[in-house]
C-alpha cells in the first residue's frame, strides 16, 4: 500500500522535484517482454490478469514494466528520476563513445539494410528534436538545429557506437512548410513505421512547456494503434514558470497523460528531458539500453 500511495503522489501528479528523488538499483532476472514494450492503443479495451494483487495491477497501469520483473516485486528506488520507467535486468551500458552520420534517406527502402537497431526520433515542428539528439550524444551540430520549422526533411541516421541507430525524422504540423510536402514528409515517415522491421521504439517528443496538442496525441494515437513501441519524451522541462498563457511543465505533463490513460489501459514509458540542464538524459540512455538489449537478446 506504501508503494502505491508513493507512486500515486509521484506520477499520478507529477512535481518536477518530487520526480527526482528516486534512486536506481537492477534486480536480477531475465525474461522475455516482446508484449512489454508496446502499450498499444487497443489495449485499452482488454482485460488485464485477474490474479493480481492491487498494488501490481496499479504498477502495470501506471508504470512501464520491462523484462524479468514482476510487478509485485516493483519498488520506488526502481523507477528512473523523472519518469515512469521502471530498471530491468536488460539495463546495461548507455554510455555513448561515438557517433557518426551515415546517410539520408527520402525512401524508406534507401534506409540501411545493416540490420541493426535504431530509436526514431519524431514530434512537432521546434519541439526540440535536433537539440535533443546532440544533448544525447554531447556533441554540437551533430543534428542540425535551426529556427525554421520542417528542416529535417529526410530520413536521417547516425551511427552509435558502430551497434546502432538513431533515427532523426521529418517534424509534423510545420505550418510554414507547403502543404504538399507536409504530405510527402507524412506518407513516407508512416512508411517508415510500418515497414522498418529494425525499430525497436519510437521516441515521441513532447514540449512540456505548452498544454497538449491534439496533433500529439493524434500521432501517439496512430502509432499505438499500429502497435508500434513508443516512448514519450518530454522536452523542455527546465522552463519551471509558466508562461504568458499560464502552466507549469508539470501541470503540461500531468493534463497529458490524463488524456492519454483514455486510450490506453498500461501507460507507455514517459521521461522528462531538458538539453539545457541535462535533466533525463542518463536516464534515457538507460531506458533505451534495456530496450535495445532485449531486442538484441531475442533476434
Not at 530498471?87 to 555513448?96: S, T
Request: aromatic share 10%; proline share 7%.
Amino acid at each position: 500500500m506504501l508503494l502505491i500511495l508513493n507512486l500515486r503522489s509521484r506520477l499520478l501528479n507529477p512535481n518536477l522535484s518530487s520526480l527526482f528523488n528516486f534512486s536506481y538499483s537492477r534486480p536480477p532476472s531475465s525474461i522475455s517482454f516482446r508484449a512489454s514494450i508496446s502499450h498499444t492503443a487497443s489495449a485499452a479495451k482488454s482485460p488485464g490478469p485477474a490474479a493480481l494483487s492491487e498494488a501490481a495491477r496499479f504498477v502495470r497501469k501506471v508504470l512501464f514494466v520491462p523484462p524479468g520483473v514482476d510487478p509485485d516485486d516493483v519498488t520506488d528506488d526502481m523507477v528512473l528520476p523523472g519518469s515512469n520507467i521502471v530498471a530491468g535486468p536488460y539495463a546495461g551500458d548507455a554510455k555513448i563513445k561515438e557517433v557518426d552520420f551515415v546517410k539520408s534517406s527520402s525512401r524508406v527502402k534507401e534506409c540501411p539494410k545493416d540490420g541493426r537497431p535504431e530509436f526514431a526520433m519524431l514530434g512537432r515542428s521546434n519541439v526540440g528534436k535536433s537539440s535533443l539528439i546532440n544533448f544525447l550524444v554531447r556533441k554540437k551540430e551533430v543534428a542540425l538545429t535551426s529556427k525554421k520549422p520542417g528542416k529535417t526533411q529526410l530520413i536521417n541516421h547516425f551511427l552509435v557506437n558502430e551497434s546502432w541507430y538513431i533515427v532523426d525524422l521529418p517534424g509534423y504540423g510545420f505550418a510554414n512548410a507547403p502543404e504538399s510536402a507536409q504530405m510527402d514528409w507524412s506518407s513516407f515517415t508512416k512508411g517508415y513505421f510500418l515497414n522498418r522491421e529494425t525499430l525497436v521504439s519510437v521516441l515521441l517528443l513532447i514540449d512540456a512547456s505548452v498544454p497538449p496538442k491534439k496533433i500529439d496525441l493524434d500521432c501517439a494515437n496512430w502509432l499505438g494503434r499500429n502497435n508500434i513501441p513508443i516512448t514519450f519524451v518530454f522536452t523542455k522541462c527546465d522552463k519551471m514558470k509558466g508562461g504568458k498563457k499560464g502552466n507549469r511543465p508539470d501541470e503540461n505533463i500531468r493534463e497529458f497523460q490524463e488524456v492519454i490513460r483514455e486510450t490506453y489501459k498500461q501507460h507507455p514509458p514517459w521521461i522528462m528531458t531538458s538539453s539545457v540542464t541535462g535533466l533525463g538524459r542518463d536516464e534515457l540512455l538507460l531506458h533505451m539500453s534495456q530496450l535495445r538489449n532485449f531486442w538484441d537478446n531475442e533476434e
